[in-house]
Nanobody, 119 residues
Framework: VNLVESGGGLVQAGGSQTLSCVGS????????MSWHRQTPGKGRELVAV????????NYADAVKGRFTISRDNAQNTVYLQMNSLKPEDTNVYYC?????????????WGQGTQVTVSS
């Protein structure tokens, strides 16, 4: 199983950036996908989540109206479009895949991609 994020980097405040996460080694279309971020010294916080069929999304209050999560199951890819970026959005962003069955929980994480927003 592999989740590979890309698209991080340095961006100015007010700018935009799109993160991508490509999954392999599992049935991507059956998994709920999400983006999380982790500030040093703090736990990971959920940024955005999308259902396996892409029909439902949810966002942290801090990013609502600025970030958009989407997915392309044919390409095994989930995206995070980030607009109106703020310095406080600076963080490592992680992609997550989650599926629960009657017997097991399946949870996979990517390695993370750094997003730095300069003021």
């Amino acid at each position: 199983v592999n989740l590979v994020e890309s698209g991080g980097g340095l961006v100015q405040a007010g700018g935009s950036q799109t993160l991508s996460c490509v999954g392999s080694g599992f049935s991507f279309s059956k998994y709920e996908m999400s983006w999380h971020r982790q500030t040093p010294g703090k736990g990971r916080e959920l940024v955005a989540v999308i259902t396996s069929d892409g029909l439902s999304t949810n966002y942290a209050d801090a990013v609502k109206g600025r970030f958009t999560i989407s997915r392309d199951n044919a390409q095994n890819t989930v995206y995070l479009q980030m607009n109106s970026l703020k310095p406080e959005d600076t963080n490592v962003y992680y992609c997550n895949a989650y599926m629960q069955t009657q017997e097991y929980e399946y949870v996979y994480w990517g390695q993370g991609t750094q997003v730095t927003v300069s003021s």
